[in-house]
């Protein structure tokens, strides 16, 4: 037996304007979840992220221009505030090194990087350090198995060429003077009949029958639970006898799920698998699963089985018996939103557009922000929140949008809704002008200042009042 033994959250997309393509064939028949807007920050531990673009994603504390850009840049590059090492590019996104980031860096003390979470391999996983250096690193204590070495070229250990012969003398610390028997050091007397504690001894039963409660080496078959746990789940629970020393399992899993539909296996690491038989990958096998159960017509094409669009061509795509009846195929745009504009990025072809997709429209206009309902060619509204958002940057546990996108009308443009700058009001052919903003500059998206709404004041009993101004705070809105 052989003896051994980033932080880059990958953080995915947030609503950077543009949807995120879904595989069509089977999300089309149960549904898909609704898109939606997120705004302000959100927590990481909670928030889904699934595919945020990583050009687009700072890492930091707070919020600071002064963090270097990565574009361009080499695996390594120092990109913390002043050129801190503290921050290095990897893959064109600056954060800490941490061990499985794939990139080595030794000034952490990695040694390797190899993508995997496999153990003894070369690479360990949770360090990121060679599995040996050394030959010592390797050795398992046992003369029976010969002497292990570490290859200097793999950095993992690797058994001896040549074990020991059967029966050939050999000691440990349990075994004074012994022989090795099946790559263990056992006493030299074991099998006599006779056990002599004085070398190790536990039992000498005089067979070879390792599972009785003494096993070849003269030891007993187990002393607790765990020396009965054979790593197998599918054999149940095992205990430990401490009377007999015996081994026994019981409730060992029955893998068998009644259905016809599936390969039933039991996995040792894992337990029981019921994998459908779906030649095509469609989610629908051609097998009974149970009364009722609809089967693929044709398991051997995923655009076929029961409730499947018809397509052009003919061919039984929906399963019902009958050729598909429409001749025409047409292209469909996904409408994400339900807003009446497809997303020109995300396209499928068939006799109809199924749920959730729409034929192309004739002003040949698409949407911009396919997961905002509200953000649309020619949108009218204006807002006081962002449509979406084009650069976040970490800050702490929380990602911050740092670059608001206010085009909710796609016309690449974020069209403020009041520019004026108001020095007063004044009463000019009947009306009371001079309404805008209070000071020298109109506010940004979003920005909240004080706005004066010039109107005539109200006289009690009737007649107009003087022009006159109410000074509010108001939120500048866009679109």
Known sequence: MLKHGFLFA???????????????????????DGGGRDGGTFDMATADL?????????????PDATFGSCDGMENGAACGPGGSTDYICVNNVCGQSTCGDGYVDPAIGEDCEDGNLTPLDG??????????????????????????????ALHRCQGAAVLP????????????????????????????????ISVGEECDDANTNPDDGCNN???YSCRDDSECDDGDVCNGSATCDTD??????????????SMGCTSDSCDPSF??????????????????????????????????????????????????????????????????DGDGYGNAGVTMSGCSCPSGYIPERSD???????????????????????????????SGTLLVCVEKNYDWNCNSTMEKQYNTISTGCIAYNGACLGSGWIGTSVPACGVEADYRTCRFNIVIGGGTGACAGVVNPVKQACR
Request: net charge negative.
């Open 10 to 32: 990958c953080l995915c997309t947030l609503l950077s304007g543009c949807s995120v393509l879904v595989s069509s064939t089977l999300d089309d028949k149960n549904g898909a």
């Open 50 to 62: 699934g595919d945020v673009d990583m050009n687009s994603v700072d890492s930091g504390g707070e």
């Open 123 to 152: 690479c360990e996983p949770s360090t990121c350090n060679y599995t040996c250096a050394t030959n010592e690193q390797c050795d398992d204590d046992e003369p029976c198995t010969g002497a292990e070495t570490c290859s200097t």
């Open 165 to 196: 012969s059967e029966n050939s003398p050999c000691s440990t610390l349990a075994v004074a003077s012994g022989v090795c028997r099946s790559g263990m050091c056992s006493p030299a007397d074991c099998g006599d009949g006779v056990t002599d």
């Open 217 to 219: 080496f003269c030891l």
């Open 244 to 257: 007999t020393h015996k081994c026994t399992t019981v409730d060992p899993l029955n893998c068998d799920d």
């Open 271 to 336: 337990g029981c698998s019921n994998i459908l038989m779906d030649g095509d990958g469609d989610g629908v096998s051609r097998e009974l699963c149970f009364d009722g159960y609809a089967t693929d017509c044709d398991d051997s094409d995923a655009t076929s089985y029961p409730g499947a669009p018809e397509m052009c061509g003919g061919g039984d795509h929906n399963c019902d018996g009958a050729a598909d009846s429409e001749t025409t195929s047409v292209t469909c745009y996904e409408d994400h």
């Open 364 to 394: 040949l206009l698409y949407d911009c922000l396919d997961a905002v309902s509200g953000a649309y060619p020619s949108a009218p509204a204006f807002h006081t929140d962002y449509a979406s958002c084009n650069r976040y940057m970490i």
